[in-house]
């Protein structure tokens, strides 16, 4: 892999840029591989990319139905923090946030980590508490947290309505080292650098099989045939549950439809991100200058990667009174996703019943933020059977009760 620099970029605007490789090759799948690993997704490269940087397992396949970053990676509204409740919540995405300040110099691959600060507004009284214990517990977790009054909310944040009408705002929970990155870029730059690795990626290949003998995995069954795998990881996100179908298990995730929205272009106005969790939306603005909009999961399950339109008007209303100016903002265009929601809004990293056969998923409205510390943990299970960051997010908690409730602190959870 040709390294990109400020040299190269030189080197090619002297040539008419005729002289830039492909990102990542697209390789015919081998008959056996030491991992699968399904989904490429921001977790199943991540996965693969630390399975072969810390660990040396570089025989690895990466197996996508559609195109990489296609799924739920390529349709988030990218929004990066740490600021969770629960100790193992916070330990990892504590990990993946501090992985994120290095990203693009580990990758060689600008993913746009933009820490411009994150605030989540307290726009009642208990939610000010419920911040104010988090604040207090991140302090604990060593994760670099405040509470703010209104006055500093307004002057990070000059087009917010401090004074209501419905719900003035109170507070925030700030995080000044949150906030976005780049999504695709996230994803085409752990897919560059694991193929650099020798890693096979194979997009336009569907699973439609596990094989398994003898409570051991065997291999897949795919629309490019049948390969065979020592170790296999579902990172599926949203179709965990039809995967651990096929391998004669279940999961406790349920999939909905979670949609975001954005406006036309803007010249700049809040250079931070915004969530306002009581009236159930939250806002940032692109590098483009387009206000990025979202809200709440559908209230039912489905497949169908588009989000119902009462969200759209519900959501956008309520972000009216908190921030007017959008009020003559037209909206581009809206999109969905589908995500795999746990019980108590946690994920799932865990081996499963069938042995070499590991489950990555439950990150519902949220793994955009997680996807390094996620990948770091996943594959030091794979590799090494054990994870401290992964421990306590194993499938037996939901059997033994060990719930690790973030449905608070999670707030509209992303
Ligand atoms: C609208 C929206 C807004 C969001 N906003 C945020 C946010 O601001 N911040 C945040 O942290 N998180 C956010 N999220 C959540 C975040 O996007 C996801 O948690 C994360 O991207 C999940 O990544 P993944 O790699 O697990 O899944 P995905 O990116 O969905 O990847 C899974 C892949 O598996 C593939 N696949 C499925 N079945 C098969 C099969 N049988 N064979 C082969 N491949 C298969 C799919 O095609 C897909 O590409 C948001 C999600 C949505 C939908």
Redo the contacts with the bound molecule.
Sequence with gaps: MKRYSIFAVAREAMRYHAGWERAWRSPTPKKRYKVIV????????ATAYYLGKVHGIRDVAV??????????????????RSNYLQDPSAAIYEKARALYEGLSQDLNYNVMFSPRGLLMLGQTEHEVRGYKRTVHANRLQGIATEWIGPERVKELVPIINIAGPRYPVLGALYQARGGTAR?DAV?WGYARACSAMGMDIIQK????GIRTEGGKVQGVS?TQGEIDCEQLAV?????SS??AEMAGFRLPIESV????WVSEPIKPCMDVVVMANTVHG?MSQSDKGEMVI?GGTDGFNNYTQR?SWHHVEETTRALVETFPIISRLKMLRQ??????MTGDRSPILSKTPVEGIFV??G?????????PGSGYAMAELMARGHSPLAAEFGLERFREGRFIDESVAAGVA?
Excluded: P
């Design positions: 399904v989904g490429a997704g921001g977790h199943g490269l197996i996508e139905k559609g195109w990489l970053g296609g799924g739920n990676t390529g349709r988030n509204t990218t929004i990066i999504h994803a290949c569907e699973v439609t795919t990172v599926v996100a949203g179709h039809v995967m439809a979670l949609q975001a939250y979202g989000g999109w969905g996703g589908i995500v795999d990555n998923c990150w519902g409205t949220g793994g955009f933020k997680s996807i992303h």
